[in-house]
């Protein structure tokens, strides 16, 4: 039985939920691996997090589908992302299975935080993994801890599935040949200034562009892009300095798949945004948010969808894919892993 929270009304916030995965690296391995109660983390002032930003996270939610199961959505992609991540900031691999492992264990032991089927409301999944051992040179650090937490969660823009308005970023989020590909926590402290002057700005997001040219769609500061062509042609930016968001290669296999679209994954100029029908915002915090208007100095890109509505090829994106999710919709072989 869930927890007597006010689910319709969750915003995208931390709750403190009873029990957390942590598993420790010393001595070159991983202990096994327990559930704590405890939400405090003790470090030396010196840790490899603290000092060098040695850290680097996922997220995945966890669904009440409609036949009362408790499932999450695709976690071993999250699972080998945050293996790509650990390796490319000199942090020791945590094993597949085990933060399959820990997935599972996270969410059974908080069931009653699982929001329930039909409340709007998900259950938010953050791993994370940092240097915990003291480093002053710069390098890695000797220790590490994984840990993983949970918390109900709402949309992650106010106004739910409303589209927002976006602007170009004058500030850069990755550099070529940089860590954009990756979920470090460094590309998101870079982002906050960014984030709070567009908000303060009335804006929702910050579009990115690349940085070397800033003539090419990057990505938001949370979430991929996903643009419809006037005829109904889906098309996604690539670009090596953007992170594979799970949801995007999710929308992009259901839409040729399922829906029997094209799709097009490619470099996409700014220049050509304009003449997109629909623009969406995709990740696992955002889902499908859709995007309204895009301000770019002085200039308005307005999509044809409007500021009321999600577009038609988005909401049939967004229909399909939380169907799925939420257990309406048979999913793709391996997609969904149920919490017994
Ligand atoms: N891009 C960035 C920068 C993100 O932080 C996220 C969120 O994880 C995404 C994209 C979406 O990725 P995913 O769909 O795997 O959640
Ligand atoms: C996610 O969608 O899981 C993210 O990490 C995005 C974050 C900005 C909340």
Avoid at 313 to 318: F, S, W
Wanted: charged share 25%; aromatic share 12%; proline share 6%.
């Amino acid at each position: 039985m869930a927890v007597n929270l006010d689910w319709g009304n969750l915003g995208f916030g931390y709750i403190k939920t009873p029990y957390r995965y942590v598993a420790r690296y010393k001595d070159g391995k991983w202990s096994e691996g327990e559930l704590t109660a405890d939400d405090k983390i003790v470090l030396t002032e010196c840790a490899g997090v603290l000092q060098y930003a040695q850290t680097a996270f996922e997220g995945l939610k966890a669904y009440t589908t409609k036949d009362g199961k408790i499932v999450t959505f695709r976690p071993d992609l999250n699972a080998e992302r945050m293996e790509q991540s650990a390796a490319r900031l000199e942090i020791p691999i945590f094993p597949k299975e085990k933060f399959l492992e820990a997935v599972d264990k996270v969410v059974a032991a908080n069931r009653e935080y699982v929001p329930p089927y039909g409340s709007g409301a998900t259950l938010y999944i953050r791993p994370f993994i940092f240097g915990s051992s003291a480093v002053i040179g710069v390098k890695p650090a000797q220790e590490y801890e994984f840990r993983m937490f949970c918390t109900p969660v709402g949309p992650y823009f106010k106004g739910g599935i409303k589209p927002i308005s976006i602007r170009v970023s004058d500030y850069d989020r990755a550099a070529p040949h940089g860590t954009g590909h990756i979920k470090a926590g460094l590309n998101y402290a870079m982002s906050l200034y960014a984030i709070v002057d567009a908000h303060e700005k009335g804006f929702d997001e910050n579009m990115y562009l690349d940085a070397a040219t800033r003539t090419y769609v990057e990505e938001t500061g949370g979430a991929n892009f996903i643009f419809v062509t006037k005829d109904g042609k889906v098309v996604t930016p690539k670009s090596d300095s953007i992170l594979p968001s799970i949801t995007r290669r999710s929308l992009c296999y259901v839409a040729e798949n399922i829906l029997g679209m094209t799709v097009e994954h490619r470099p996409v100029r700014f220049e050509e945004v304009k003449d997109f029908a629909e623009c969406g915002l995709c990740g696992t915090a955002a889902v499908i948010s859709p995007v309204g208007k895009i301000y770019d100095h002085g200039k308005e890109v307005c999509f044809p969808s409007g500021m009321t509505e999600m577009g038609p090829v988005t909401k049939k994106l967004y229909d399909t894919l939380t169907g799925i999710q939420m257990g309406r919709i048979p999913a793709p072989e391996g997609w969904i892993r149920e919490i017994k």
